[in-house]
């Protein structure tokens, strides 16, 4: 990957021009690198990314995490090892609506198995698949603390818990009609519940 | 009806606002110390409480706070661990999600008593949605002056953020915390030096979990006599249990320490039972990283007494036949479920978090998961067995940090009070091919077991 092989300051300009960030976007990354004390401002990459991952589809391309290195004043290495280090961060392309099944043991006791085989069935992919229009990605993950109203999944920063077949459908159905990509960072959260 | 002192008013409707938090007593615990306490008094009551640090480990939260090295001219920081990501706890996300102001009421009282002028929640990136929510609980605490500079006219001055993560277990553990929270990999560090000692950017350090700091809050408001009443010998006060599995009333309960397993779980009040009518067969009291019991230790210690929730009568019989309060994540599981497929469960959860830093873990888990796997498939032998045995054993203590004990206990445990549910998936791997084999599987009669 390009963002392992060659340092910010290989940067390709034309790239940089052609990628850029949101001046919203970068109005939030100023205000997340102004939380820590003078020097320390790459404690903000991790909140960074997300914003990133929200800005660009979705997932961090080699180009998207130069960006970052870039913005941030850090070394392109330093933003792919932690990008490559936790599970939120996708590394390759997913669809508009990726779909986190928990699979960790309070769901699989009420039924995550017969969920994630239900969505597989009706969207025809299987797990870490994407449906070729593009819009649902199916991932299994671990525990996400929604023990108690299990079986749940995750889409965006929607939490859906006791899920069954009936309210499965009716979120692929709502999600299919509103067609959006669903972020962890979108502002608005409706409870589902 | 046991006491509250955490979520007496989590039903109260619009708690989540400031104006009806701090109608229902809110921020009576800032203006108190800030007020009319020095920190050292603070920090006084709360080794006077008996608080025990409510993550897991159970360490008595005085006493770190009494650690924590106060050089001059080195600022010090309060970090909130709210990376809660055991499976089978979601207390932490119930309250910040409830009553987010208590959160913040909290970490400005314990930051007063650290002498700390920054603070930061670091909350698991899954949680974006309730990070939002505590953000808004802090905006409106800085609109009206519990937060920023010269506090209630005190002099007092403090920053709180919300740190987000992005999906990793590991970052539980406080030093992995601290790394992910100055950007980098979550890789926990080797100790000593303690975060007390050096923590977030080498700077002294504590850290806690969100229901310790919470309690904080009573703590100053009643005196730490006041709360060292509730509870039993060394578990004083109220616990958060998040209860989940085939139990009829899942969720978060606030209860005094002491009530017994039985009535937490067979009250309507609690759990309310088993679901389905159907029978216990095995029960994690403490989340994922603890020993399951077997159902007839799960409300008798082996002596026969009743077993309290406690952190002393969960742990009775050491690991031959007790287990831990931990984080309080209470999982029950009713005879239709299989005990090698969950600990396979559990395994394959271990083998995706391990961060990778230590050998024993990073190969041990995965070894530990291919076994059960194979197992759970029908295609183990016995000597696979005592195979799983020797590698939780070698990973056990081998570690930089707990996660590769947390690993190894549950497949140890599981093997040691059900080792004939994994005899007989070797001898009857045509019985196992129906994935929901656990319906059929046969329960065992109860076998005491014999402490050395």
Known sequence: ?193 | MGRKLLLANDHVEGIRSYEVYRKHGGYASVEKALKTMSPEAVVEEVKISGLRGRGGAGFPTGMKWSFLAKPEGVPRYLVCNADESEPGTFKDRYLMERIPHLLVEGMITSSFALGANTSYIYIRGEYFYVSRILEQAIAEAYNNGWLGKNILGTGYNLDLYVQVGAGAYICGEETALLESLEGKRGNPRIKPPFPAIAGLWGCPTVVNNVETIAAVVPIVNDGGAEYAKLGIGRSTGTKLISASGNINNPGVYEIELGVSVDEFLNSPEYCGGMANGKRLKACVPGGSSVPILPDYLVTKTISGEDRLMTYESLADGGFVSGSMLGSGGFIVYDEHQCIVRNTWNFSRFYHHESCGQCSPCREGTGWMEKVLHRLEKGMGNMDDIDLLVEVAGKIEGNTICPLGDAAAWPVAAAIRHFRHEFEYHVKHPEKIKDPKHGHKEPIMPVRPVVTA
């Open chain 1, 1 to 193: 990957m390009s963002a392992q092989i060659h340092g910010t300051q290989h940067f390709n300009e034309t790239l940089r021009e052609k990628l850029a960030f949101s001046a919203e976007g970068l109005e939030t990354i100023k205000k997340l690198m102004s939380r820590y004390p003078e020097g320390k401002h790459k404690a903000a990459l991790i909140p960074v990314l997300h914003v990133a991952q929200a800005e660009f589809e979705g997932w961090l391309s080699p180009e998207v995490m130069d960006l970052v290195a870039v913005t941030m004043n850090l070394q392109a290495i330093e933003v792919f090892e932690v990008a490559s280090f936790y599970s939120m961060f996708n590394l390759k392309p997913i669809g508009k609506c990726q779909l986190e099944v928990c699979r960790t043991s309070s769901c699989w006791t009420r039924g995550a198995d017969d969920i994630i085989e239900y969505i597989g069935k009706k969207l025809n992919i299987r797990e870490g698949e994407t449906t070729p229009d593009g819009m649902f990605t199916l991932k299994t993950v671990e525990c996400l603390g929604s023990c108690g109203s299990a079986p749940m999944l995750q889409c965006g920063a929607e939490y859906h818990e006791n899920l069954n077949p009936e309210k499965v459908d009716a979120l692929i159905e709502r999600y299919r009609a509103e067609g959006t990509r669903k972020n962890y960072t979108d502002l608005e959260y409706k409870n589902t519940r």
